[in-house]
C-alpha cells in the first residue's frame, strides 16, 4: 500500500507514518515547516517535502491520512480533493487500527500524553506487552511509537481535538481534565463537556473508566445536577465499571498520600482499593507527575501487573521530551522545558518548579498557542504565570489559525500587574535571559519555542 500523510511533521501523524512504515507499506508526507521530528523521520526512509505543491503529490496512493490541523486552503489537500483520491482524518485511521484490540485511551485537556506513556512503558516492562501510539517522544523508546504485534494491549492518546476522540471505543479509558480548551472547534465548555461524555461512555462494559476526582459525580447526585444551567460534571452510564483516582483527595479509589521531595525524586504512598503501596519513587520528576502516576497505576494493576513491576516501571519511567525536561541541572542554574500551553498546564509546571527548587528566582518564558485560546483564556494566563519572578513573553505561534485583530501576546503582557515582564522575538530570548541572572529558566509553549531550547541549553551551560 501506498500512504501519503498531509501534514505528516505532526506527533500523532508522525507515529502513525512509522507504523505503517514499519509494515512494509510506502509512506510519503507533506509538512509546512522542517522539524527535528521530520529529519529523523527522513532518516527513517521517509520522503518528505515542505513545499504546497500538488505536482509534488506521488502517483497511484492508496489513502491520504490528514489532520484537522492542515487548513482545508492547502492546494494539496485541494488537489487531493478533486482527484478523488480516498482520504481518512488520522482519527479514523486510529480507530480501525485498535478495533479487535484491548484498546487504553487516555484524554483528557492536560495529562495525557504523560499518563499514556507511563502506562505504555509499565507493560511494555512486563510479558503482557503493548503497542502504543503516543503524543510525545518517550525517552525510554526514543519514540511515540511501540509495535508489538503479539500483545492484546494498544494504548493511545485520545485527542478530543476535532472531537477525535469519539473514533476510540476503548476497554480501558482515562480522563484526566475536561477544562475548557479548544473552544474553536466546541463553541462552549458545554459542548466539551458533552464530547468527555460520549467518549467515556464508549467505554467497553467489560473494561473500566478511570476519572480524576471531581470529573464524575455519582449517580444519585444526577437529578439535582440537571437543574443547573451549567453542568459540568460527566455523567456515566450505569453498566460502565468507574474509579476515581487522585494525587489530593483522600475520597478517591486509588490516591496519592505522603508525598515528598527527596534529593530532586518524588516518593509517594499510593492508596488502592485493595492495599496501601509504601515508597513509590520518581526519579527527576515533578509534581504533577505523582497524579499521572496514580491515574498509570490503577490501569496497569487492572491489567493484571503486580506490585513489583509497578515500582520498577514507576522507578524507572524517564519521561516525554518536552514535559517537564530537564536540560541543564548544576548547582548555580537549572533549565527545564515543558508542552505547557493552557493556564491549568502552566500553573501546575510554574508550582511543581517552585516545589522543587524553593527560594530559587525563576524566569519563565512562554509562547502562547493559538490566537483564539488567547483570547478565551487571557485572564487566566495571567494568572497562571503570576508566581514567576520574571516573565519573558514570545509572539503567538498561529498553528492553524489565521489572526484575530486585537489579539496578540501584548494582550497577557499588558494585564500583568508586575514591571517584570518583557515581550521579545525568539532571538532576542537567550541575550535576555542571560541578562537578568536567573537561578532556574524555564520554557513552555506548543508552538516552535523548542527550537530556541538547545540555543538556550548551550548558552546557561556556558556561564
Known amino acids: 500500500m501506498k500512504y501519503y500523510f498531509l501534514g505528516i511533521g505532526g506527533i500523532g501523524m508522525s507515529a502513525l507514518a512509522r507504523f505503517f512504515k514499519l509494515g512494509g507499506h510506502t509512506v510519503s508526507g507533506y509538512d509546512r515547516t522542517e522539524s527535528p521530528l521530520t529529519k529523523q523521520l527522513e532518516s527513517e526512509g521517509i520522503a518528505i517535502h515542505y513545499d504546497d505543491n500538488p505536482d509534488l503529490v506521488p502517483d497511484d496512493i492508496d489513502l491520504v491520512i490528514y489532520t484537522p490541523a492542515v487548513p482545508k486552503e492547502t492546494l494539496e ?15 479514523q485511521v486510529l ?30 516492562k512486563t510479558d503482557k506487552g503493548c503497542s502504543a501510539f503516543l503524543g510525545g517522544i518517550a525517552k525510554n523508546f526514543d519514540s511515540n511509537l511501540i509495535v508489538n504485534n503479539d500483545s492484546e494491549y494498544v494504548v493511545v492518546e485520545a485527542d478530543e481535538y476535532d472531537r477525535s476522540f469519539l473514533q476510540l471505543h ?10 475548557p480548551d479548544h473552544l474553536d472547534i466546541y463553541g462552549t465548555h458545554e459542548n466539551l463537556i458533552a464530547a468527555f461524555q460520549q467518549y467515556a461512555n464508549q467505554t467497553n462494559p467489560e473494561g473500566a473508566l478511570f476519572l480524576k476526582e471531581g470529573l464524575a459525580e455519582h449517580n444519585h447526585h444526577h437529578e439535582e445536577e440537571e437543574e443547573e444551567e451549567h453542568d459540568h460534571h460527566l455523567h456515566i452510564g450505569e453498566e460502565i465499571k468507574h474509579y476515581s483516582y487522585s494525587a489530593r483527595s483522600i475520597e478517591s479509589d486509588y490516591y496519592a498520600i505522603n508525598v515528598r521531595n527527596y534529593n530532586g525524586n518524588i516518593f509517594f504512598d499510593l492508596r488502592t482499593p ?32 503486580d506490585e513489583y513491576q509497578l515500582r520498577y516501571g514507576l522507578k524507572t519511567f524517564q519521561g516525554t521530551r518536552r ?25 501546575a509546571t510554574i508550582e511543581s518548579v517552585k516545589y522543587l527548587y524553593p527560594g530559587k528566582r525563576i524566569v519563565g518564558i512562554f509562547q502562547p498557542h493559538l490566537y483564539s485560546r488567547t483570547r478565551d483564556l487571557a485572564d487566566e ?55 537578568l541572572c536567573p537561578d532556574v529558566v524555564l520554557t513552555m509553549g506548543a508552538g516552535d519555542i523548542d527550537r530556541i531550547v538547545p540555543i538556550l541549553e548551550q548558552r546557561l551551560k556556558e556561564e
Not at 476503548?170 to 477544562?179: F, H, K, Q
Not at 485493595?274 to 496497569?300: F, T
Not at 516573565?391 to 500587574?417: D, F, H, N
Request: contains cysteine.
Open 95 to 124: 480507530g480501525e487500527l485498535t478495533r479487535g484490540k484491548k484498546c487504553i485511551g487516555v484524554a483528557g485537556s492536560h495529562g495525557k500524553t504523560t499518563t499514556s506513556a507511563m502506562i505504555a512503558y509499565l507493560l511494555s
Open 170 to 179: 476503548p476497554y480501558y479509558s482515562v480522563i484526566t481534565a475536561t477544562d
Open 323 to 347: 514535559r517537564f525536561d530537564v536540560h541543564v541541572k548544576t548547582k548555580d542554574i537549572v533549565y527545564i522545558d515543558d508542552y505547557a500551553h493552557h493556564p491549568k498546564e502552566i500553573a
Open 274 to 305: 485493595d492495599k496501601v503501596l509504601y515508597d513509590i519513587e520518581l526519579q527527576n520528576s515533578c509534581l504533577y507527575n505523582v497524579e499521572n502516576a496514580v491515574a498509570a497505576a490503577a490501569v496497569a494493576l487492572n491489567c493484571g501487573l
Open 77 to 91: 489537500f485541494q488537489y487531493i480533493e478533486q482527484k478523488g483520491i480516498p482520504m481518512e482524518k488520522r482519527s
Open 381 to 435: 494566563f495571567v494568572e497562571a504565570l503570576k508566581p514567576l519572578d520574571e516573565v519573558i513573553l514570545m509572539p503567538i505561534y498561529p498553528a492553524r489559525e489565521k489572526p484575530i485583530p486585537g489579539v496578540s501576546s501584548g494582550m497577557i503582557l499588558r494585564k500583568m500587574e508586575t514591571m517584570n515582564k518583557y515581550l521579545c522575538s525568539a532571538e532576542q530570548v537567550p541575550d535576555l535571559v542571560e541578562a
